[in-house]
Antibody
Framework: EVQLVESGGGLVKPGGSLRLSCGASGFSFSSYRMNWVRQAPGKGLEWVSSITTRGTYIYYADSVKGRFTISRDNAKNSLYLQMSSLRAEDTALYYC???????????WGQGTLVTVSS | EIVMTQSPATLSVSPGERATLSCRASQSVSINLAWYQQKPGQTPRVLIYGASTRATGIPARFSGSGSGTEFTLTISSLQSEDFAVYYCQQYNNWWTFGQGTKVEIK
């Protein structure tokens, strides 16, 4: 069974940093592109970042470019999102999601909540 | 960036009725479009990919159509478990979601 489990969320002050993790199991993690998607409270889905199987190609939404860094450790079956210079508008539930053949997102984790507030 | 626009924002439908949801792309995405369903407190679930292919386990009452810039998700006969928010997503050029359509009980 495919499982994605996010962790690392919490309350952080504006300008602060946080590192999210996503542990994967039930599939060959190193064979799949992985993504972060966020959802602000009561709002819609926003794609945040994507990383290819070996980390060769990385993409960011304009809203986080220069502040967030996506990475992965295939030996540990883990995906990461280093977030810095956090703003109130980064407050959201952050989902880890697997890409099917580099296309749509076929499996999602339950999310980890990031709250940016003073 | 490709902008995805969904309409209507809210759709009020009675159980057993047909629901038609629209999604428009700011430029052609070919058939590289997916639809997701999200119920309150739950993770999004893919319903349709490739504009018209149902994902594994998705009931036949869900169907997708369209190509280029205009897409439609149709739920032929709404069941109680179908009341949720639906998002379209393009994956032709990076990834972007529409703002969602909430399907509520009339």
């Amino acid at each position: 069974e495919v499982q994605l489990v996010e962790s690392g969320g919490g309350l952080v002050k504006p300008g602060g940093s946080l590192r999210l993790s996503c542990g994967a199991s039930g599939f060959s993690f190193s064979s799949y592109r992985m993504n972060w998607v966020r959802q602000a409270p009561g709002k819609g889905l926003e794609w945040v970042s994507s990383i290819t199987t070996r980390g060769t190609y990385i993409y960011y939404a304009d809203s986080v470019k220069g502040r967030f860094t996506i990475s992965r450790d295939n030996a540990k079956n883990s995906l990461y999102l280093q977030m810095s210079s956090l703003r109130a508008e980064d407050t959201a539930l952050y989902y880890c999601a697997r890409s099917f053949r580099d296309d749509y997102f076929d499996y999602w984790g339950q999310g980890t909540l990031v709250t940016v507030s003073s | 960036e490709i902008v995805m626009t969904q309409s209507p924002a809210t759709l009020s439908v009675s159980p057993g009725e047909r629901a038609t949801l629209s999604c428009r792309a700011s430029q052609s995405v070919s058939i590289n479009l997916a639809w997701y369903q999200q119920k309150p407190g739950q993770t999004p679930r893919v319903l349709i990919y490739g504009a018209s292919t149902r994902a594994t386990g998705i009931p036949a009452r869900f169907s997708g159509s369209g190509s280029g810039t205009e897409f439609t998700l149709t739920i032929s006969s709404l069941q109680s478990e179908d009341f949720a928010v639906y998002y379209c997503q393009q994956y032709n050029n990076w990834w972007t979601f529409g703002q969602g359509t909430k399907v509520e009980i009339k």
